[in-house]
């Protein structure tokens, strides 16, 4: 038996080296070599650098968290855990993303529960769609029964929560959504939902794509996630004064949340292929604004049924795809869900209905419309880079400005093309 060992990159890539299982307790205890470049790695797996990180010199040691050991189902003989890294001296390495997550969590008070939905591309090697069966159609899940039960009892078994599966709107696409728990674990879960569903599909034959574009002008794939807080034990998007249910802290949480996006979507919609996604009505939410129950609104307020919305309140980020590294993303989102509690904010009025079809002069403002536009934005912001930290922060824009540059002449088709698989 062996165990993979994964870390995600600031591509969104998932990196792995692997110890037999009788190594496991001691790389947990010493670390396993990884070079530091891995942070300027770009999806097509060509490097840049950064002013902290990048070239072949030094070295940093893996550390698996053992307390998320998941022996992989559908995998015979192999396990699987997520990796802290630090350096060759024991200190925490500034450009992991799982360690800058779990310093968000651990710099607040407040008590966030979160999970990613995650959306995928059923398809053929030749990128040919394993159905084409209507859109949310009972015939997808006849067609693909053996599939959706192999993939629904290896997440079983491997603990995973899973509260609904369906298929999707786009031909060949999927969801499936799990239970909530804290914000690392919620990225670990996901990642390991990946992983469980690339095994799956490829023991019947197929592959899957979590890219945020997989075909060019069509509906592209989702990461949502979804969110709530509690302080004190009790919750803060529920049981207040303010619009459906929130309360005062509840509501400055949304709205600073809401005046960041910008910035937050370079961390949540980050590579080239996002914003062939994230255009409107195209179900991407690519407007800021917010809205009860809105999907084409950025960040969706959820408030659950009757009797229910004390604990189902939630909001959802929307801009938010699969090429993004999950760690980055809910340790980005605790630091602006820390910064704004305080802060006494008021959400604007929200927007019901589809942004798109209001008259020009009443559309909320446009989300970034291109990588460049959100790494500016995540460049001025006032609380995210200083929750990153400088080697994070410049290594995750050297990325994202070199992937530009990429695919500086490539058209909408060669870059769904490329991205296709990375993901």
Not at 335 to 340: G, K, M, N, S, Y
Not at 395 to 411: G, M, N, Y
């Amino acid at each position: 038996m062996a165990v993979a060992l994964t870390w995600v990159d600031n591509a969104g890539v998932t990196r792995v080296k692997t110890v037999p299982v009788g190594r496991l307790a001691h790389a947990a205890a010493w670390g396993i070599g990884a070079s530091p470049v891995f942070d300027v790695f770009l999806l097509d797996d060509s490097t840049t650098t950064s002013r902290y990180i990048g070239g072949p010199a030094g070295d940093l040691r893996l550390h698996p968290d053992l307390d998320r050991v998941s022996l992989l189902a559908a995998q015979p003989g192999w396990a699987w855990a997520p990796v802290d890294r630090f350096t060759q001296d024991g200190d925490p390495h500034p450009g992991c993303q799982r360690l800058f997550a779990q310093a968000a969590v651990a710099k607040t008070d407040l008590a966030l529960s979160m999970a990613f939905e995650v959306e995928w591309f059923l398809g053929h090697p030749d990128g040919t769609p394993a159905t084409t069966a209507p859109a949310y159609g009972m015939t997808r899940v006849v067609e693909l029964s053996s599939y959706v039960d192999d993939l629904l009892s290896a997440l079983e078994r491997q603990g995973v929560p899973v509260e609904q599966f369906h298929p999707e709107y786009a031909a060949g696409q999927l969801e499936l959504s799990v239970a909530p728990t804290e914000p690392v674990g919620a990225a670990d879960r996901t990642m390991l939902v990946r992983q469980t569903i690339q095994a799956v599909s490829l023991a019947h034959g197929y592959r899957a794509s979590f890219a945020p574009i997989v075909i060019a002008g069509q509906v592209g794939n989702g990461q949502h996630l979804h969110f709530s807080v509690r302080r004190d034990g009790q919750p803060l998007f529920s049981g207040g004064d303010g619009p459906y249910g929130l309360g005062r802290a509840g509501e400055s949480i949304l709205a600073g949340l809401l005046a960041r996006l910008p910035a937050l979507t370079a961390i949540s919609a980050p590579s080239v292929a996002s914003y062939l996604r994230l255009v409107p009505q195209h179900w991407a939410a690519p407007y800021q604004c917010w809205g009860r129950e809105n999907r084409e609104a950025a960040l969706r307020l959820v408030t659950g049924s009757v009797g229910e919305r004390d604990r189902a309140a939630n909001a959802e980020l929307k801009c938010c795809d699969g090429s993004a590294n999950p760690y980055l993303v809910v340790g980005a989102v605790t630091a602006i869900v820390a910064a704004a509690v305080a802060e006494g904010r008021t959400l604007p009025p929200e927007v019901p209905d589809d942004p798109a079809l209001l008259p020009p002069d009443q559309q909320p403002p446009r989300l970034p419309r291109t990588s460049t536009e959100a790494v500016a934005a995540l460049r001025g912001d006032d609380v995210l880079p200083a929750a990153l930290g400088a080697p994070l922060l410049e290594a995750f824009c050297a990325v994202r400005q070199a992937e530009v540059e990429l695919f500086a002449s490539a058209s909408p088709a060669e870059i769904a093309e490329a991205s296709r698989w990375r993901y």
